[in-house]
């Protein structure tokens, strides 16, 4: 399982990123084979990448990330980081789940699994009557929501009322 994931700057990131802007040519970095673990025993090696931020606000600043793909090549980090950024959408969508999911108290991993299961297949529904929504009225894939998911879920809620 190869992992990619940001990190906070810390000090020794400071110094590596002071080293970066210095260099005429570099504006990206890797420091190889840093070392993880708890109380000294290592479980493994992993790369870290400092590269230009592309936050609005960044003013600048680099961004950290951590990986355990082996050896980074300077050159790969842009396509590297490129796979976080096309991951954001589905982080932010897994986020989304969390308002379709029902209120319980259960620790019955079954029953779980079946509520999340059920969000997921609702989301995934208001996403899709949202899209064809879109389509038919010719408006950008990528606007806000024609229909609010709590509208959504209200009326499926309404509608399966009726059904009985």
């Known amino acids: 399982l190869t992992y990619l994931s940001p990190v906070p700057t810390y000090e020794d990131d400071l110094a590596a990123i002071q080293d970066i802007q210095k260099h005429p040519t570099a504006d990206e970095a890797v420091k190889h084979d840093v070392p993880f673990g708890i109380d000294g025993d290592v479980h493994h090696k992993a790369e870290f990448l400092y590269t230009p931020s592309t936050s609005d606000d960044a003013d600048g600043k680099y961004a950290v990330f951590v990986t355990n793909e082996d050896h980074v090549e300077p050159k790969e980090i842009g396509s590297v980081v490129n796979g976080y950024s096309r991951r954001w959408d589905i982080e932010n969508q897994y986020k989304s789940i969390k308002d379709f999911l029902p209120k319980t108290s259960s620790t019955d991993y079954r029953l779980r699994l079946c509520n999340f299961a059920l969000s997921t297949l609702i989301y995934n529904l208001w996403r899709l009557?949202?899209?064809?929504?879109?389509?038919?009225?010719?408006?950008?894939?990528?606007?806000p929501p024609v229909i609010t998911a709590k509208t959504f879920v209200r009326a499926l809620g309404d509608f399966l009322r009726e059904l009985g």
């Open 129 to 143: 009557t949202d899209y064809l929504i879109k389509v038919a009225l010719d408006e950008p894939i990528r606007s």
